[in-house]
């Protein structure tokens, strides 16, 4: 079975840019979180989609969104980038949407804002 | 608020050390606690994970046991490989309805042969 799958993998923008990004959950999996990886803050919770439908949101602003797809592919946007936001975005799936289940990580999207 | 405090790194061994990294936590409900690790330029694998108290969770002769009386989950490996060099991550989700996982800082950890 494939991972956790998430393009593109580098990225390179400058501020006030908008950019999206995508993941392919593991086939069957139904829940996606989205997580932002820095050196000085760590591993930030941004959002999970279960089913189409936003469950959780993480202490991020606005210009942070997602969606879910109905085939349970899910994309997040950054509108109005900021140097801040200069991070490795990760996706994880996970087949139910119980605290317990596993999470599975993709490889990541290394953001750079210039 | 849920929270996870890692022993500070990085930590530093020789091949066949014995290693244990501490993990403490605090959680308004009853969590479930997980073990990632991240190797260079990867994502997060998970290592280990337990869900109830005294549930001892391991793989790859890494264990960790659910210790609700001290809000712990330290990992412990009796004996180290170079290739067990990489960043470790305590977690926790809540049990209902969240796939929110609470991080704790990491611990970078390395092995010298």
């Known amino acids: 079975k494939a991972g956790v799958t998430q393009t593109p993998r580098y990225l390179i923008k400058t501020r006030g840019q908008q950019v999206t990004l995508s993941c392919s959950p593991i086939s069957g999996h139904r829940s996606v979180s989205w997580y932002q990886q820095t050196p000085g803050q760590g591993l930030q919770f941004l959002f999970e989609?279960?089913?189409?439908?936003?469950?959780n949101k993480g202490n991020f602003p606005g210009r942070f969104s997602g969606r879910q797809f109905s085939n349970s592919r899910s994309e997040m946007n950054v509108s109005t980038l900021e140097l801040g936001d200069s991070a490795l975005y990760l996706c994880?799936?996970?087949?139910?949407?119980?605290?317990?289940?596993?999470?599975?990580f993709g490889p990541g999207t290394r953001l750079t804002v210039l | 608020g849920n929270s996870v405090t890692q022993m500070e790194g990085p930590v530093t061994l020789s091949e066949e050390a014995f290693l244990t990294i501490n993990c403490t936590y605090t959680a308004t409900g009853y969590p479930s606690l997980f073990w990632y690790v991240q190797y260079p330029g990867e994502g997060l694998q998970l290592l280990l994970k337990?869900?109830?108290?005294?549930d001892k969770g391991s793989n790859k002769g890494f264990e960790a046991t659910y210790r609700k009386e001290t809000t712990s989950f330290h990992l412990e490996k009796g004996s180290v490989q170079v290739s067990d060099s990489a960043v470790y991550f305590c977690a926790l989700t809540l049990q209902k309805g969240a796939q929110k996982l609470v991080f704790g800082q990491g611990t970078r950890l390395t092995i010298n042969p």
């Open positions: 989609y279960f089913s189409e439908t936003q469950r």
């Open positions: 994880a799936s996970s087949w139910g949407d119980r605290g317990s289940d596993t999470q599975y």
């Open positions: 337990a869900t109830k108290a005294d």
